[in-house]
């Protein structure tokens, strides 16, 4: 890639990386809301997030914090601080870039076409309030930029094949010329996203955080053709915005979200169980957790949302179920979904180890159901590559056609599925735990640092990392904890990286 040459890459950079160069600290200046940069965003926008570029806030200090657990710390942040003003002579990160923050940038899509496209020229428009107004200007004419004339009262400037603005206070950038022109144009009295409608849609979600991203969720699907089938479907015809935010704290990484849905949805209606009770998760060291309250509601929602979708398949769908159950002599829906209204725990390793627990209706019954299952696996199973199935002690152990094995039955009056027996038993044993400050049907949990082990030990070799310094980049990492919560009213969800 080379060197950052226009004043235009130098924004996208700072709006893009201003958080790796938290350490590098700035004037004290206030924010000022969003508004005076959202009136260049189009208001049938699908996607805008607004950026925190204040240095000497909350936010960054916080950030500033967590990355100084880290070794090289400084060196790291020195270095992006230099490539962001690289290959622009006479441009200084400190003396031209850092003056002009302090404001939040906004960056959103033109239109959803856009937004959808892999193309690497999709329209965007990008717009910051400048805390220094003649910075900027010292900023423009180190950048060589030629005055192109007035759009709406705003001077308009190129810089070989880019264009970018500058009304007042206010830098504007856009995919294109025609693009940044119709921005001004719509600042100046056109049809722009509102701040009310902005905050709407990151309702519930902190209104301190490094980014804060608005997503149009019932305008994307009214453009896609994949999406308007999909709408059918009650739940997603419901969908209407998606709110999320990036925030930092001291000790912990955030990331929110608000799902929100409109409508008379009802809870059979929902891809997840409803309500704030939380699933509970079987927490092993250096393991990814997952606990899910209810899975039958999943399964459930999988079997509507096919019907609504394509009738056609559904009834493949249901014709196969009819006929599995004369195979095994069982009905499918009441004997096997039907049990599954317990707590669901999975137990995964970045290697593919697992382990699944399910707590089920009735242990007895479904002990005898495992075992028709187990019985005409073989032959039911043959289109999944499972090719055999033998006793092993208290479980089954099924042989895939690649050579692997995993095993399953019932222990511990729980369904057990592993790729070992001393898992599936450990996990059988093994009592689900609550995780501090979850709530909702579905919840994660993580072991951070012994996750960060097992991926830069995995990576070392290529950058030369020796292995007694694994566990000192490993060491600040603290856990993953995360949730969702599900009501007819939406979706909300908190997952948090906590570090030491």
Known sequence: MRPIRSFAALFACVAVLAVAIAGCGGADNSSSGTGAVLSYVPAETPFAVSIDTDLEGDQYKSLDAILNRFPGADTIKALLKAQLSMGQEGVDFDKDIKPLLGNPAVISATDVTSFLSDSADSGFVAALQVVDTEALDSLIDKTGAKQQGDVAGATVYQDEDTFFAVNDDVVVLAGSKQLLEDALKRADGGDSLSEDDFNKGLEGLPDDALARVYVDVQGLLGQSEGAKAARKIEWVDALRTLGLTVSVQKESIDVEFNLRTEGDLTDEDLPLASGDEAAEVVQRPSEIGVGLRDPGQLVAFFESALQAVDPNSFGDYEQGKRALSQQLDLDVDKDLIAQLTGNLSVSATIAGQFGIRAEVKDPAAFAKTVDKVAKALPQVGSGLGIEGVRRSGDLYEARLSGGGTFVFGMAGGALV????????????????????????????????????????????????????????????????????????????????????
Not at 426 to 445: C, D, F, Q, T, Y
Not at 479 to 492: C, Q, W
């Open 417 to 500: 599925a592993a790729t070992d027996a001393a898992r599936a038993h450990e996990l059988a044993s093994a009592k689900p735990a609550a995780v501090e400050g979850a709530g909702g049907s579905l919840v994660v949990r993580a072991d951070a640092e012994g996750i960060a082990r097992q991926v830069l030990k995995q990576i070392a070799p290529q950058f030369g990392l020796p292995d007694p310094v694994i566990p000192v980049f490993a060491r600040p990492f603290d856990e993953l904890r995360g949730s969702i919560a599900t009501s007819t009213d939406g979706m909300k969800g908190k997952f948090s990286l906590t570090l030491d």
